[in-house]
Each structure stands twice: as C-alpha cells, then as structure tokens.
C-alpha cells in the first residue's frame, strides 16, 4: 500500500505557509502486510527525502528500468499500473504490531478484469460525479483482478511467485469515511471461470457548513467476462458488520440480487490510512485469511429471487474495518433520491470533457 500525503507539498509546512494554506498533513511512504501476518511501513513526512541514492543524485521523476532502479535507490518503491518495486526498512513508528525490519519487491501484474464488462468500456466505481470535488474519498478500482508474477523478501526470507492472484485501487482526496468495511476476493471454490467480488461502504460527510453524513455502499462482482454491478443509483444495498469478525452485505439491481457472508477468527492487524484529522494514522484492522461466501441470483418477474447462478465460496478473502467509533455492530442501508440515481445513470464522458478544458480535471483524476 503506497500513500502521497498531498502532492503539492514536498516537505513540512512553515509557520506561514501554515497561514497561507491552512493545516496540511505532508510525506510518502509504503506499508505491507504480509507473511505470517506481520507488518512493516517506512514514512517520512518530506518526501524528497524519501529516495536514498548512492551518489546523492537526483531521484527518478518516472518508472525506470528495474536494473537500474536497483543501483540508484537505496530506499524507496516504484509502481506503475503493470509493475511494482522497492525495498523499504521499518522505520519504527509501529509498536502496535508484529514487524519485519525489512521488505524488498519485484513484481509484474496481467489484469484480468477491470471495473466493467470484459471487452468493454470500463467504468467510474462511484459514478460520473466521483469526478467532482464533492464527495470525499475518491475511489476508483483500477484492477478488480489481475494474476501477478514475481518476488519478495520479507525479513530476507524470499517468496516467489507465479500467477498470484493481485487487485489494485486508487483513492484520493482528503481522507478516508468517518468509519468504513470493505471485502474483496479473488480465489473461489465452486465454480468454473475467473471471478473477483469487491464489496465496501462507509459512512462519509456530505458538502456543506453542517456535519451531514451518508450511508453509501457497493458491490461489484466480476464472473466469466460479465460485471454485475450493485450500486446505489441502481439499487440498493443493506449491510451489517460487527465490530470485527462478522461482514454481511446484501444489494439488489433490476436483474440480479447478491448476498456475501464472511467471518474470520484472525485478530487481524492495525494498518494505516489516510485521515483528515490526523493524517496517515492507525486507522483500519485487515486480515487475509477470511472465510467467505457468496450467491447471485438473477431476479423473477414480481422480483424475488429466482435462478441461482453463482454460488461459491473462499477461504482467503480479504476482509477489514476501519473508521469509528464502532460501539456495536454496524447496520446500514443506501438511500438514494430518485432524481440523484436518475442523474447518475446517465451516460456523462468525463474524460471527453477534461479533455477539452484540462484545467477543469481535479488533481489525482
């Protein structure tokens, strides 16, 4: 997981840039949860400082040939959409979980799936309005599943791999929900083909000069080249999650209906993640050892279920809780005005537009 704090800013904030900007959290770094359920993550709240080199050159601006990467880069990662690298020392914030000292990467990833029909235009995981400065995060699933090639050494112990199953997500904008679940897997039992279920919800603030909240949720699940989406200005969505340990998340469109299940009797680990009040912080608790299932069926002319068509089931699901405060368990439903999911079904080219006026496009689109 790699996180940028604010682009704009490279180093900490002086007292008048305080003034000028307002607060502002700043750095880079990398966290990874891995083998055996340990952990490691290397910040630095100036992320010029970030690169180490040999020769105190100056860092790359772009992906650069893995080879060469190895020679200049002391410390310090490189992704692309295709390619991950780096090699990153505990930097010892973390006295809260089981930790490495240190973790190097080599890995290339095939995308299997986007976010839409294979062969397909893929599409916005929020909406065409994700592209506004609105609602806070931004979230785009890049790579609902792809197969990934490669190693890492993990406290020096290597693990190689061969076509392991990968995803990837981009989020962007001034912080995480008040709290938030999410559920993804890409390894099933139960049926032929590839598929890959991505499921989260949060409770997020609305624009405005009151502290106004929403609950918003999706699912998304990706079976033999089709996408089935479960969207708020499609359907609806209902959930309840336990504060750890138990994840249920049920949605309906015009055509299908969903259900996934999962437990886990991992204690999980604390992971990081971006907040607006205090930056990168502890924030969320993930595990990668869920046991989950999940259903769909195609809907029946008066809407109740009909014929199933999926029905599998995992032990390798990635489940995680994140936000608070959660006193009890958590149980939610999207409510979306028709006129608001009217509007967002309309087929608006965000992209198109941008490309026409440039200077409209929202930093991280």
């Not at 840039?17 to 340990?38: C, D, I, N, S, Y």
């Not at 197969?147 to 993990?154: A, K």
Request: charged share 20%; proline share 6%; net charge neutral.
């Amino acid at each position: 997981m790699y996180s940028v704090e604010n682009p704009a800013f490279k180093r900490t904030l002086t007292p008048l840039e305080m003034l000028q900007h307002g607060p502002r959290f700043t750095g880079v770094g990398a966290q990874v949860l891995g083998a055996k359920g340990k952990y490691i993550c290397q910040y630095s709240e100036e992320s010029q400082n970030f690169w180490g080199t040999n020769k105190a050159s100056r860092p790359p601006s772009k992906v650069v040939p893995p080879q060469e990467f190895n020679r200049k880069v002391l410390e310090g990662f490189q992704v692309s959409p295709l390619w991950n690298q780096g090699f990153i020392c505990d930097d010892g914030r973390t006295y809260y979980a089981k930790t490495v000292k240190t973790a190097r990467w080599e890995y290339s990833t095939r995308p299997i799936y986007g976010w839409g029909d294979v062969g397909s235009k893929q599409k916005s995981t929020a909406g065409w309005a994700a592209a506004l400065p609105i609602f806070e995060p931004h979230w785009q699933i890049c790579m609902a599943s792809g197969l990934s090639t490669g190693w890492i050494e993990w406290d020096g112990e290597r693990f190689e791999f061969q076509d392991a199953p990968s995803y990837s997500e981009k989020n962007w904008g001034g912080g995480f929900p008040r709290k938030w679940f999410w559920a993804q897997c890409n390894v099933f039992e139960g049926a032929s083909g590839k598929i890959s279920l991505t499921a989260a919800g949060g409770l997020r603030q609305l624009p405005g000069l009151t502290e106004t909240f929403e609950n918003t949720a999706l699912i998304g699940v990706h079976y033999d080249g089709i996408f089935y989406e479960f969207v708020p200005w499609n359907g609806v969505v209902t959930w309840e999650i336990a504060q750890w340990g138990y994840w249920n998340i049920a949605a309906e469109n015009k055509t299908h209906m969903v259900e996934l299940e999962a437990t886990t009797t991992d204690s999980g680990t604390t992971l990081r993640a971006p907040t607006v009040e205090a930056g990168l912080t502890p924030a969320c608790l993930d595990t990668c050892l869920g046991d989950l299932t999940l259903k769909i069926w195609e809907k029946n002319v008066g809407g109740s279920k009909g014929k199933l068509i999926l029905d599998v089931k995992s032990d390798m699901a990635a489940l995680e809780v994140g936000g608070g405060p959660w006193f009890n368990t958590w149980k939610g439903k999207t409510t979306t005005p028709e006129v608001i999911k009217s509007a967002l079904q309309v087929p608006i080219d965000v992209e198109g537009i941008f490309g026409l006026a440039p200077f409209l496009k929202p930093p991280g689109l």
